[in-house]
């Protein structure tokens, strides 16, 4: 990492140096001189453009190529702000007020150069980095016109788009190496199963950068393809069919599960009401609320009748829209009350023949996550206790195989941190190695 941003700063700098050169060379010289440095504004902007995509041939993705690019575009253009306001300064003092006509042209050099670096470089990283977000790119146009600020944001932009690109070569670089392992190639597939008010769409994948790390690493997935919101009866019922369709499919006698959210109860519905048992080899449950949640008990409790039939409606018909058939918000909500879950958790048991492992993750604050559960930390808290946002600690525990996860600091593991929902490199939880780890886990048990 510090090689490569050591070369990405050699080739800025001296872009840099040539732009302020040619700014402002016109108060300083004439004729053959000026038309020199020409020349070589000319080569080292040729450079700024060449040199990266001949260094990105060592980063295997066109996309990173692209942000590589923007980075140093961006370096160079610091470089030359700086270098040129300086000189500026000294031209300022040194040619007025007698040669106010080559300062001037000397000003509108620089401030056309500037703009063309700075914008080939903002464009790029804009159109091409995943870790921008959509509040760092707002962000950064909205302070685009405050002096000083914008340059903080600048440099946050740079440095962004700068972790990004190394931390995804070196992803490359790794799932390259062990290519041949297959550390992923379990005995049977992988079945993910997505939890409530969510579907699994084709282009939009609920599980974000997950399967396709999985795949990557020899893995074979496939997907509970269940509807969005209805009863964990209904929703078992609806896996418990998938499972035998995906056992046909795929030639293997069973599946390995991995569920997310609700879908944890809903594959525990399946495999003890639905005589899909003996085609189960393992389920992991990710954030599943077994004990259910006190907020959830709550708030069907106190919001009047008409307000949450008026909500459900309007999520049903939305649903309906969106492919499921017989969408039902409010008996997905209230299947996560407290005292139907602690009612399914004594009900629903899984023969000892399944593996069974459970994982949960925390928050550390509501700064943490990310809109809406920023939101509901607090009141999840206070009903609940320690939580991801969502589900509290105590319930995510099914099993004995039980991993709990959080990160030191403010940010913690969010609810949606957990199936890469963002697409966020967080800094200390891999989400994408840490599920490579799930899956080769039980390659290594035989399954």
């Known amino acids: 990492m510090k090689k490569a ?3 990405d700063n050699i080739v800025s700098i001296p872009i ?5 050169a040619l700014a402002c060379a016109r108060g300083f010289t004439e004729g053959g001189v000026y038309l020199l440095l020409l020349w070589l504004f000319i080569i080292g902007g040729l450079a700024v453009n060449i040199l990266p995509i001949i260094f990105g041939l060592k980063i295997p993705s066109l996309r990173l190529k692209v942000c590589h690019h923007g980075v140093i575009c961006l370096k160079s253009f610091v470089w030359a702000l700086v270098l040129s306001a300086a000189a500026h300064i000294y031209l300022a003092i040194t040619l007025l007020p007698d040669r106010w006509a080559d300062l001037l042209w000397s000003v509108l050099v620089c401030g056309a150069t500037l703009f063309i670096i700075f914008w080939n470089g903002m464009i790029s ?3 091409a980095s995943v870790q921008l977000g959509i509040r760092k790119r707002v962000i950064g146009l909205m302070l685009g016109l405050l002096p000083v600020v914008n340059l903080i944001m600048l440099r946050r932009i740079i440095s962004t788009v700068s972790e990004e690109i190394y931390f995804e070569k070196g992803k490359i670089e790794l799932n390259e190496k062990r290519k041949a392992d297959k ?21 939009l994948n609920y599980w974000g950068r997950i399967p396709e790390e999985i795949i990557k690493n020899g893995g074979k997935i ?10 964990v009866q209904e929703s078992g019922e609806e896996l418990a069919a998938r499972i035998r369709g995906v056992v046909a ?3 293997c006698p069973k599946v390995n599960i991995i569920a997310h959210s609700k879908g ?3 594959c525990r519905y399946a495999i003890a009401k639905c005589g899909v048992s003996d085609m189960v080899a393992s389920l992991t449950t990710i954030n599943t609320p077994h004990r259910g949640c006190f907020f959830a008990e709550y708030l069907l409790t106190r919001l009047p009748h008409k307000i949450q039939q008026r909500v459900a409606a309007g999520y049903n018909a939305a649903a309906a829209k969106l492919g499921d058939q017989k969408p039902d918000f409010l008996a997905a909500v209230s299947d996560l009350r407290a005292d139907i879950c602690e009612a399914y958790d004594k009900e629903l048991t899984v023969p000892d023949s399944i593996y069974i492992r459970s994982v949960g993750s925390l928050l550390r604050s509501a700064v943490g996550g990310r809109f809406p559960l920023n939101f509901t930390y607090h009141m999840v808290k206070h009903f609940d206790g320690p939580n991801d946002g969502l589900v509290s600690e105590n319930s995510f525990k099914f099993g004995e195989d039980y991993t709990l996860l959080t990160l030191a600091g403010l940010r913690g593991i969010s609810h949606g941190d957990m199936i890469d929902l963002n697409r966020e490199n967080i800094k200390g939880f891999d989400v994408r190695e ?3 780890g799930l899956v080769g886990g039980l390659r290594e048990k035989g399954l």
Not at 16 to 20: C, D, I, K, Q, S
Not at 222 to 231: I, P, R, W
């Open 183 to 203: 550390i992923c190639c379990t005995r049977y597939p992988i079945l993910f199963v997505h939890g409530v008010f969510f579907r699994d769409f084709e282009h």
């Open 249 to 251: 499919e795929s030639g």
């Open 5 to 7: 941003k050591l070369f």
């Open 16 to 20: 840099g140096m040539l732009t302020a």
């Open 222 to 231: 496939y997907y509970g393809n269940h509807q969005s919101a209805a009863s």
């Open 434 to 436: 840490f599920y490579v």
């Open 264 to 266: 944890g109860l809903d």
């Open 125 to 127: 990283v804009y159109a």
